[in-house]
């Protein structure tokens, strides 16, 4: 029985990581409101080496259409201006001596489908990633011995009804991005 609960803490545990990284990616997805996480892949060059712009840097976002980035070192304004450019975000960095100012454009509504659909292929690779715990557990349920075959179905029975949840989750996880996204 011990090795039962343990195939499904780790089926659980694959399945909670695949929405975690589901969060991580759509983050990443920008519906037109300004949020720091926008700037959450720009490196700058800080003496020699490639360091996050939050490590050298406060990033704020003072309204919904404005990204400020205020260095800790005057020196870095143009190494954190080069490195918003070379992260190719689509993004016209101003600087003003004192600190960077992103004006972050409207989004269209041909750009707001496009990602959309990359939203959504995120989600369907979540749901890719859920299949595959649910076919290992399901697996290793089967590989076990020493335990009835009705306690091997009713493991199965409950890795498909904790498949069922977290399928259903990126399913609300996606609606709820993708009606950020459209909303203008």
């Known amino acids: 029985m011990e090795e039962l609960e343990f195939i499904l803490d780790t089926a659980k545990e694959a399945m ?8 991580k990616q759509l983050v990443n997805i920008r519906a037109g409101k300004a949020s720091p996480a926008m700037l959450g892949s720009v490196m700058v060059d800080y003496y020699g080496s490639q360091t996050p712009l939050n490590q050298v840097a406060n990033v704020n976002t003072p309204d919904g259409r404005t990204i400020t980035v205020q260095p800790w070192e005057k020196s870095m ?9 070379i992260a190719n975000l689509g993004f016209n ?12 454009p409207p ?3 041909e750009r707001r489908k496009t990602l959309a659909k990359q ?5 369907e ?4 990633g859920i299949r595959n715990a649910r076919k290992e ?33 990126i399913d609300e996880i996606f ?6 996204i459209m909303t203008v």
């Open 16 to 23: 909670d990581a695949a929405i975690k990284h589901l969060e």
């Open 107 to 109: 989004l269209t509504e």
């Open 77 to 85: 304004l143009q190494e954190i201006e080069r490195g918003i450019m």
């Open 119 to 123: 939203a959504k292929s995120e989600s």
């Open 125 to 128: 690779d979540a749901k890719v």
């Open 137 to 169: 557990a399901n697996n290793d349920i089967k590989k076990l011995d020493e335990v009835s075959e009705d306690a091997q179905k009713n493991a199965e029975i409950d890795v498909q009804e904790m498949t069922d949840t977290y399928v259903k989750k």
């Open 175 to 180: 609606d709820n991005k993708e009606k950020e």
């Open 93 to 104: 960095p101003m600087n003003n001596g004192e600190s960077i100012i992103i004006n972050v």
